[in-house]
């Protein structure tokens, strides 16, 4: 067969030779950014389901009148850290008298009406520290009876980053919350009332 007959409309129209590879070419981008964006998914789906598991174990335990809260948080950075490489964390515990407490504010006169502790206002420093505060809590695993919220906040590079986006590799946030109220092993402190006065920020 000649050059020119290999050349000719027909004969080139039904050649098919090179077309799986050009079609490959075309789809591996959208198949690659799939298959990453499900893994990325993917790993923060288990990282999260982890976290929250350990968490609520680490809350647990540190309700016991042995806590040792060292130790709990310890165990959830186990927990997370094969799911998470390199990741940090950040826990915080915040006490209460009761679970009606959580997240309120100290009692006050406002006498002004604009939520905040203010212009002379009176208030009742219910959690013994000196001064107003717009969430009751204290800081710590409190003492016997007492409620505490336990949080982790984990923060982490996600291991498959979806090619062709923005900030793939941009640090992701995760957190998990538990509520645990403290073995009753002793009386439970009280803090009681004392009068406060609350001046302009």
């Known amino acids: 067969m000649t050059l020119r007959e290999k050349l000719s409309p027909k004969l080139l129209g039904s050649d098919d030779d090179g077309t799986a590879a050009v079609e490959f070419a075309m789809i591996a981008p959208v198949l690659l950014g799939m298959l990453m964006g499900t893994f990325d998914i993917g790993q923060m789906a288990y990282a999260k389901s982890v976290l929250h598991g350990a968490v609520q174990e680490a809350a647990r335990s540190a309700s016991l009148e042995t ?97 062709g986006t923005t900030n793939r590799y941009g640090k992701r946030t995760l957190t998990a919350s ?20 609350c001046s302009d920020p």
């Open 178 to 197: 538990a509520i645990a109220k403290n073995q009753p092993f002793a009386d439970q402190d009280d803090y009681g009332s004392d009068a406060g006065t």
């Open 67 to 163: 806590a040792n809260t060292s130790a709990a948080d310890a165990r959830v950075i186990a927990s997370v850290s094969p799911v998470l490489p390199n990741a940090t964390f950040a826990s915080e515990r915040s006490s209460y008298f009761d679970f009606a407490d959580i997240g309120r504010p100290e009692q006050w006169n406002d006498s002004n009406d604009n939520d905040t502790c203010d212009n002379d206002e009176n208030f009742s420093d219910e959690n013994g520290n000196g001064e107003w505060d717009s969430d009751i809590g204290t800081n710590g695993n409190g003492g016997a009876g007492d409620v505490v919220v336990y949080s982790v906040t984990v923060e982490y590079v996600p291991v498959f980053g979806i090619p």
